[in-house]
């Protein structure tokens, strides 16, 4: 039995494992002085702490990975760029724009969670493929709505022809004022309290979530749709606010992003995010059925380390910055491989692992 | 008669597109009376419990007949959840629990325990938290009750079967309201001490004024704790009568016995084939099918004979010729004409002139989607290189669709086959003539030993004499063995020359077919 | 009598025609329609229209048919298309790099591409056997991977032919490499056909004709019905003697192979050979063609394919001009995201092909 449970972990925790090993080997060959690693990981944990929360709640509910994350991710974007256009600035902007965000977030998330119910067993697929089609929306609104039939007032966010919004939007009224709210340095480490204060919160709702009522049918319909329908949960209706709460919470998380980054990058800001969300997370050892939130700041820890370190490190092996970009591309997508391939031999293996244990039974008794 | 019976069950008839399957039954059950309910499979015990219970296939299919009164009124469930609230409790042999959850949780699943939360007025009552104390000891209170001892906070994944089973049997005793619960065939799992414990807590139900419908094979199980016992056969309640003046070989009887003037068939009644040559010896076969369990099976079929295979639902009749055909993972030796036949192996089996028309006829048996023409012809095709035109020396090997037109007619004519033409997709046609496809599908291979599994389930009485009639003709004409699996029992003594009773996974005996029924009841409820 | 029930079933027939034709093809083909209806009235040339049209169809056409093998076998849309199409790029620089020429450095690309097709295919295909049930969303990300592993290795493998590395550096690939004086438009020229505005690549057609027939062909053949067999119901077929996994690889080669293919005949149409991230995204037009052709997730016929690829590439190439010519808006990359998007989700939510 021991044995067993060793090998489990070994496998639960190869992936870290692989990622200390990385980080270990290619953090001295960047030349990176420790001061700005620590600096810059703080910084990104408070940048994608709370969108990378947002993913846990879909695993709960047993629908996967939610790729289409992005979707609250274009709902917080057009919040943003519709507050600055209306010039409200800092915090109070910020809190305008989440709550601009929230109600498309929420109708969003209520059109992909029905769709999902649609395509139950391929959910990561098709929230895959949701992702492309809603950000075709999010594109003739923001490029051909957002003018004519959205008033846009301002020319400095308008693209020169008079519709449509600029490549890039400027947040500097906003910038980093959530994260410089409550100034914080330890040893030349700027610490984003006020971020983390936020983010903590998430956590604490996270972990309440878990303990009510709502919390315990979405572990139910997660792990098995047809005995939680027999008991009475609504399934249908449970997996929808699963993917609402999970929108809303990533358009909020995004919000927050772009506030430390200081502009949006209107067409692709929100395109790699889901990607590199969920790579993080799974760098951190959850798996597709399973997340917990030191998953969630452990993958942030080791997996933007590997950002930071790799193209430096690449540079220097090879002296081609390029190297370095590509191969954090590489690796954000194994890992993501890698996890759905470990999930799908696992659901397999569970089965005829049954099937193994009763034919050792009859052998025995054959014997 | 001081008192209303809890539950009257009057004139209950139901149909399945009319199908009769359940013809005036009534039953009366007192209040912590334990009701032992027995009968072959497809005697209607499954049904009228479901009708109880309010199952949606009932409603579906066109509702049903009759009156059940509980408690002196007149009910109507149109789902399990009425039922339930009206204090009726199933526990289904398949089991109903959250792998990841304790037993606590799976105990109270979606009745726990709740506090109101900040969010609950704001939101709903999902958004309350869990009262874990609370819940633990509504967990206890119940498994007291059931007088077994479960571990509350243990994994259901990491019980033990009988632990899940006694999980399940916690759930209904932790609902308030239960007055009724229908246990159905809950010691098939168990092991010998875990089904005693279990009728001890029915016994301790019944103390405490909860009625049990208790549904069993193992007949000696339904006398050490019935007050009263049920026999049902074909759709109607053949006997009941109270435990102490009654036996296993009583019930038996009931249960297989058949009305005399139906006994108008030429049975084979002497076993006169056993000069004949064995064509195929099975070994020591053990097969891993989920609910068909095979255990250490040794079996020789004759050359040119109709073998049945028999026995109760679950027993493992079913595992046999899956087991050797190799589409469940099993083990053992088998002998065709003198010849090891590797397990495991579809291909191989096929390649030995073995054909099987296997029961999932929906799941295995046909490509749903595909033509008439492709089911009759893709076995043949794919072992026997038929229906194949083939060019450069056989390096390319052409779908031949004239020759697959032609014998798919052939056989639609043959079997009557009720179809627009052959070209129709499978899944447009009835279950009967779906079936015959399956046979033709079969009989393209021109096998030397078929096996039929379950050939006449599910069809109609017409479809069902043509598709036996169809297998005794091959047999005969042709001289093909066959083994032949089926859980109607008179079935198979019309059909067969001799009969293999199949029991707790093992042959329980071989009869000739014409033996007395009595006799097969016995082999039947042998290992259960 | 007789004459009555011939008519129902053949109400009933065309009923059944227009259900399995869909609302969302019908609207895409009335779009199309539409487009092609409007286009001389805007002042869009239609000959000019139409071979654009038609060429865009002998580029992609192979791609598209790339996805008939592994529907067939009920491994799914092949979002995994990428990989086949790295195995295409490797034939494509190798033959360069070695120094081929003109149109016989598009058959040398052929050739060097089929080895690495058909290994990147085997290996595809193993695990995808493994993963039976999960096939589409790890063939994205298999996809994926494979591109952004690639994009190194187009850095760091010795090429050196001067017309395809950085010219600073002297090595690692460009992003584009013109096939000027290599393999550009090899096929089309072949007995092209030129009236007026219009100009029909025959060779490409040809080409792609070739391949088709032959994908029909192999579909009529003993492994062909076994492989349509396993993809609609694999317990099916394996009680019946066939060894689904076998099947399946072959599946999954062929389709990779045909991508390799497919690259190459994009390639020599388009003129340059694209690397790095451009294979990202090529799976997503393929597979949104075939299903807008008639598809599902589990049935394909080169019908589909024809079908779909001509309207996707219609609606791709005419919206545009005509959008443009009508209100000088240019919105046919968002309508394209769209539809083709729209069109997958269509199929992937539809209950019919719930797969067990």
Redesign the interface.
Known sequence: MNKINYSDYLRRFSVPLMFVIICAVCAPISGLSPSYLCNEIVTRMGRNAFLILSLLIPIMAGMGLNFSMTLGAMAGEIGLILVSDWQIVGIPGMILAMIVSVPISALLGLFCGK?LN?????E???S???S??I???Y??IV??LMGPVIPIKHSNIKLPRGYGIRNTVSLLSMRQKLDNLIPLNIGGVKIPVATFIIIFLLCLVII?FR????G??M??VG??M???R????DVERTRIISMVLSTVFAGIGMIIYLQNMGNIATYSSHSQIGMFCIAALLVGGASVEKASIGNVFLGIILFHTMFIVAPKAGTVI?G?S??GE??R??V???V??VA??M???N??KNKSKA??Q??LA??E??E | MSKAPLLEMKNIKKDFFGNQVLSDINLTIEEGEVVGLCGENGAGKSTLMKILFGADVIRETGGYGGDIILDSQKVSFQSPFDAIAAGIGMVHQEFSLIPGFTATENILLNRESKKKSVLSDLFSDRMDTLDRKDMDRRAIESIEKMGVTIDKNMLISNMPVGHKQFTEIARELSKEQLKLLILDEPTAVLTEKEAEALLDSIRGMSKRGIAVIFITHRLGEILAVCDKVVTMRDGYVVNESATKDTSVQDITKWMVGRDVADSDVAYVTEDTGADKNIIMSIKNLWVDMPGETVRNVSLDVREGEILGIGGLAGQGKLGIPNGVMGLYHSGGTVTFEGKDIPLNNPRKCLDSSFAFVSEDRRGVGLLLDESLEWNVSFPAMQIQDKFLKKYFGGLLKWRDDAAIREVTDKYIEEFKIKCTGSTQKAKELSGGNQQKICLAKAFALEPKLLFVSEPTRGIDVGAKALVLDALKKFNKEQGVTIVMVSSELEELRRTCDRIAIVSGGKVAGILPAGEQLEKFGELMLKNC | MTEKTNTITLSDRVKDIAKDFGLPRLIITGFLVLLLVVSPFVGADLPTQISNIINRFSWNGILVLAMVPMVHSGCGLNFGLPLGIISGLLGATLSIELGFSGAFSFLMAILLATPFALVFGCIYGWLLNKIKGGEMMIATYVGFSSVSLMCMMWLLLPYHSPNMVWGMAGKGLRTTISLEGYYTQALAKILQINIGNLSIPTGSILFFALLAFGMWAFLHTKTGTAMTAVGSNPEFARSSGVNVDKIRLISVVMSTWLAAIGILVYEQGFGFIQLYMAPFYMALPAVSAILIGGASVNKASVMNVIIGTILFQGIVTMTPTVMNNMIHLDMSEVIRIIVSNGMILYALTRKTEETK
């Open positions: 769709v649609m395509a139950k067993g391929r990561m697929i098709t895959y493929i949701i492309f089609f950000n075709g929306i594109q003739l490029l051909y309440w303990k009510t009522k709502l315990q049918d572990r139910a792990q098995d047809g005995v939680a027999d008991s009475g949960i090879t081609d390029m190297i590509y191969f591309v590489f954000s997508y194994a993501i491989t759905l391939i999930y799908e031999t659901k397999r099937g193994e009763l034919a009859q052998e008794a054959n």
